[in-house]
């Protein structure tokens, strides 16, 4: 079983609706959480960076944790056909090095 | 956000020759950076991690004479790709972390290696 597990998609929906991307995560340890979105031919942009449970907004971008179940979301509000990217959440465990990251999912808004 | 710079963005070279990619903290300390590998439509490899004057930490199955690391300074690390083939053509993604930054990880725009 991989650490973060994050359906690939391809998951396509129309401008203006609302996207909900998730991952699910194995270790208790992971303290702080992270999304990042990858536009083709490019390197990972941070989006949301959250710590611990809770919710985090920024714009149309909503991140949020549930420790207690061991989910992770990421909601985009009415989406726009520029959000088409891959969406990777990514995970760490205080005082380590390395992110772990889900296998990304890949999202297309169409017009 | 902080900024990681990565040179070049794409490259072509002959196979049997050495290829660096550069990969620069703009503007914080980056006392760790992270190399990946990543194949078309898939998610991203890690290939080894690098402290600032440490030796790098290979992955498993990441040959390290191959894939030369070096992180002289806290703004400067390079990956060499050594005696490249065309099985080595993918896109090279570095990352960085700085005590600046707390757990946040910030990664360059990616570098396109073509051996041919």
């Known amino acids: 079983q991989k650490e973060v597990e994050q359906d690939p998609g391809p998951l396509s929906v129309p401008e203006g609706a609302i996207v909900s991307l998730n991952c699910t995560y194995s270790n208790s340890a992971f303290q702080y959480f992270m999304w990042y979105r990858q536009y083709s031919r490019k390197g990972p942009e941070l989006l949301m960076y959250?710590?611990?449970?809770g919710n985090k907004e920024d714009g149309r971008f909503t991140a949020q944790v549930d420790k207690s179940s061991k989910y992770i979301s990421l909601f985009i509000r009415d989406s726009q056909p520029s959000d088409s990217a891959t969406y990777l959440c990514?995970?760490?465990?205080?005082?380590?090095?390395?992110?772990?990251f889900g296998q990304g999912t890949r999202l297309t808004i169409n017009p | 956000g902080a900024v990681v710079s990565q040179h070049p963005s794409w490259v072509i070279c002959k196979s049997g020759t050495s290829v660096k990619i550069e990969c620069r903290s703009l503007?914080?300390?980056?006392?760790?950076m992270f190399w990946y590998r990543q194949f078309p439509k898939q998610s991203l490899m890690l290939m080894a991690t690098?402290?600032?004057?440490?030796?790098?930490?290979?992955e498993q199955g990441v040959e390290k004479d191959k894939f030369l690391i070096n992180h002289a300074s806290l703004t400067l690390s390079t990956l060499t790709v050594t005696s490249a083939h065309p099985e080595d053509s993918s896109f090279y993604i570095c990352?960085?972390?700085?005590?600046?930054?707390?757990?946040?990880?910030?990664f360059g725009q990616g570098t396109r290696l073509t051996v041919v």
């Open positions: 503007d914080f300390q980056a006392t760790t």
């Open positions: 959250t710590y611990s449970s």
């Open positions: 990352s960085a972390r700085g005590p600046q930054l707390g757990s946040e990880a910030f």
């Open positions: 990514a995970t760490l465990i205080q005082g380590a090095q390395k992110l772990v």
């Open positions: 690098s402290n600032e004057g440490s030796k790098a930490t290979y």
